[in-house]
């Protein structure tokens, strides 16, 4: 071919070109006609590159043939058919806006077509959560195009779930400690069943053809922390509360723990937004990086779960008592987009805590450095083995009482081998584990010492009433006893069924029947049922004299559970009755008032209940924060999509577990009495009252968070927001804000109904 071209031209001379030029022109105008822009294209390129004289003439059919022609290609995918059509007329005409402005709009739209993927899969194991995306994918008329699977991601199979590999999978299985949905499992599977192959590593160029992960790859960040909050759930702090020594007998741990050789229910960590936790907290490390995960590489995710952990040494910046480890990480979603969930961000997420066990809390100083083994177990990131080199006391080390099995690691740096443990064996010591609700508890010294101060007075009360009762009685046995042969029948279980009983119902772990027996003469029922917490409670009854026949385990004696509030012995009554009546999380316990009422008529006449009677206090605030976190808010759509009235199904109008001293808020009142529930008399659950409380500052009124006042007795009480208080308060949460100025006078409707509680607020 090539040869005979220069002879055609030979031949032809100038008078061929213009025979063929016109001839090009001719065909390229015949195309076009016929809308056949791809011949039509090719003639008018040859044409120009005859005649480029021409350019000018022909512009405007060239433009429309190229465009047209374009849009063809667009609608075949033909992208890069496209780009090189550009390129050549952009050759001819380099200055020409409207062709390079034509390419622009091609550009988006093949990013568009990029984006829009052809096939959407989404996977979702939760019933609810299936069907809350099953609802928002139709209201935004997607169920076409999105195909949604109500199974767990390990499950799905190609071409069964799928037709064929995806090019992208996008994950958000990640929890505050990264790894505890199970994201290295989920991905691990996708990328062998699931995923196209991913681009091998350096690989420039397009990613067509190949799988690929959003995120991209995390990185885990951690610090040492000195904090009162964490230690006081997580450590017995004290060695003698309400009168009983508890570290003694029994060695107490917390069911967060990393620590697995303790209990195979332990949690590796527990959650909490450290930027609000009460108290604050005190650095004792700079921040360090933990760890890096890319999910993008199938071979690390595998490798993770079995590679070696990796031994950190940080060293201490400040003073402190070495309290937990708190971990958060960055999401790296793409190159450009990431996601923090760091303490100092402004998010809603929690960091990852992981308490450090040990009776006794450690110090550290500036000079000393803390050890750290980091590892993914069991699909947790978990951080173990931890110790404390102090260079002062010639390197000497200190190791987490739990993890004896430490100096069994052989492979300790050089430094740390010939270091032993300071901590004394403990192999007698019986151990208990309690939740972290109850350790707060038992270091709630105020709750033990207010229990025991109002327990010895009932009971001082009731034993000077009872000196009579014993003495009539007495007599009585006496006259019975006359005719028996047996006269040493006044044997000590006569004695101790004349002395007082105590039946503690609180809910978990309780010392209050110890606290009581210490008292004296009485008859203690704890209504522990974990033979594990029985046995501890026995083992520091003994550790602090109280006679073993003195506590009895209630369950024990009875038929079921529903049967708990009983009279202690035929023809018997208690003389109090402890109910648990407020939960931690800061709401009134179910059934409280019918227990309460069942209780009244196991008492003998003088006895009492504990509490007598609690008082809810509130007080109207406005915060943001808790409007934010209540329901998805604003009435335009979330990244354009309806999402918004499907969430909000979800809203419940009573938030708990809040830390109302450090929720971000502003008061608009002071607290007020909401209601005050008589436990002595209540006969309903069903209670409502309306108040007025003046408001003293201008704001939005969006919720009215309450705690309550507990009266042990009618002098004696606790108040459940206190710095010391294991619980926690709640509020409630208005559905439309109240704007209000200062001095106003607002109504308070409060309805108590079955432990719930209701709020209406209005303008005076
Ligand atoms: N992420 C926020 C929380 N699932 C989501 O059923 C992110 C919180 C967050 N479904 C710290 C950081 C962040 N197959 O509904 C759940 C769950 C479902 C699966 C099917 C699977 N293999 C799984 C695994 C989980 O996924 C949903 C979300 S997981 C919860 C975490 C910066 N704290």
């Given amino acids: 071919m090539s040869a005979r071209r220069p002879g ?135 169920a076409g195009e999105i195909k949604i699977l109500h199974m767990k991601s390990l499950d799905m199979e190609v071409p069964k779930d799928l037709s064929s590999r995806v090019s992208l999978v996008v994950t958000e299985t990640v929890d505050a400690g990264l790894f505890g949905e199970g994201i290295v499992e989920s991905l691990i599977h996708a990328w062998q069943h699931l995923l196209l192959p991913p681009r091998p590593a350096g690989q420039e160029g397009p990613t067509e053809g190949f799988g690929r992960v959003i995120p991209l790859h995390a990185v885990v960040f951690g610090m040492v922390v000195e904090c009162q909050e964490i230690r006081r759930h997580h450590r017995v702090c004290f060695n003698e509360v309400g009168g009983l020594r508890l570290n003694e007998a029994v060695m107490w741990y917390s069911p967060v723990s990393n620590e697995s050789c303790i209990d195979d229910a332990a949690e590796p960590y527990t959650t ?76 809603c997420w929690e960091q990852a805590v992981y308490p450090i066990q040990g009776v006794l809390g450690q110090t550290v100083k500036p000079g000393n450095t803390v050890v750290v083994d980091v590892s993914c177990k069991n699909s947790y990131l978990v951080f173990h083995s931890i110790a404390v080199l102090s260079h002062e006391h010639k390197m000497e080390i200190e190791v987490n009482t739990m993890s004896n099995h430490l100096a069994s690691e052989a492979e300790l740096c050089d430094a740390l081998a010939n270091l032993q443990t300071t901590s004394e064996p403990r192999t007698t010591l019986l151990h208990c584990m309690l939740e972290s609700s109850e350790i707060a508890r038992l270091n709630n010294t105020q709750y033990n010492d207010h229990f025991k101060s109002a327990l010895s007075s009932i009971l001082f009360s009731l034993t000077s009433v009872d000196g009579e009762i014993y003495f009539s009685q007495t007599i009585n046995d006496r006259s019975s006893n006359m005719n028996c042969e047996n006269t040493n029948s006044q ?116 006895g009492r209940l504990m509490p007598q009677c609690i008082k809810i206090y509130g007080m109207l605030i406005e915060s943001e924060t808790l409007q934010q976190e209540s329901a998805v808010q604003g009435k335009e759509a979330t990244l354009g999509f309806n999402i918004a009235p499907f969430i909000n199904q979800f809203k419940v109008p009573v938030h708990v577990f809040l830390h109302l001293s450090t929720l971000p808020h ?45 009266y042990l007795d009618t002098e004696i009480s606790l108040n459940t927001w206190s710095d010391t208080s294991h619980w926690k308060q709640a509020a409630f949460v208005l559905d439309n804000p109240v704007q209000v100025n200062a001095g106003d006078e607002l109504i308070l409707k409060i309805h108590y109904h079955k432990s719930n509680i209701s709020m209406i607020v209005n303008h005076g």
């Fill in 491 to 606: 044997s000590s279980s006569d004695l101790t069924s004349d002395m007082l009983c105590v039946l503690d119902v609180s809910e978990g772990f309780s010392i209050l029947p110890l606290i009581t027996a210490k008292l004296g003469s009485v008859k203690v029922f704890s209504s522990l049922e974990k033979v594990q917490q029985q046995v501890a409670l026995n083992a520091l009854a003994e550790s602090n004299e109280i006679s073993k026949d003195v506590l009895e385990f209630w369950h024990n004696y009875l038929e079921d559970d529903s049967t708990l509030l009983q009279r202690p012995q035929a023809g018997k009554l208690w003389s109090v009755i402890i109910l648990d009546a407020i939960e931690m999380c800061g709401l009134i316990r179910q059934g409280l008032v019918e227990k309460a009422a069942l209780a009244r008529c196991l008492l003998r006449p003088e």
């Fill in 272 to 347: 909490e937004r450290m930027r609000q936790v009460p108290g604050g907290y005190t650095t004792l490390t700079d921040h360090f990086q933990a760890m890096t995960i890319d999910f993008n590489n199938p071979r690390e995710l595998e490798e993770l779960t079995t590679r070696n952990p990796c031994r950190l040494c940080l060293p201490v910046v400040k003073e402190g008592v070495l309290d937990a480890i708190v971990a958060w990480f960055v999401l790296q979603l793409d190159e450009d987009t990431s996601l923090s969930t760091g303490p100092d961000e402004e998010t």
């Fill in 666 to 710: 502003v008061r608009l009142s002071e607290p007020v009495e909401l209601l005050k529930l008589d436990l002595m008399s209540v006969v309903t659950d069903d209670l409502c009252n309306e108040i007025r409380v003046q408001v003293y500052s201008s704001g939005r009124i969006t919720a009215v968070p309450f705690w309550y006042e507990i």
């Fill in 8 to 142: 055609r031209r030979a031949r032809g001379g100038s008078r061929g070109r213009v025979r063929l030029v016109y001839r090009s022109l001719q065909s390229a105008q015949d195309y076009l006609e016929r809308e056949d822009f791809g011949t039509a294209f090719a003639h008018y390129l040859l044409l120009l590159n005859l005649a480029p004289e021409l350019k000018d003439i022909i512009r405007e059919s060239f433009q429309h043939t190229l465009f047209k022609w374009a849009e063809e290609l667009d609608s075949l995918s033909r992208i890069q058919d496209i780009f090189d059509c550009y390129e050549q007329a952009l050759e001819l005409y380099p200055n020409n806006e409207v062709i390079w402005n034509s390419m622009g709009e091609h550009l988006f739209s093949m990013f568009a077509r990029e984006a829009g993927a052809s096939h959407v899969y989404a996977c979702e194991l939760s019933k609810t959560m299936y069907e809350l995306a099953c609802e928002v994918v139709a209201s935004n008329q997607m």
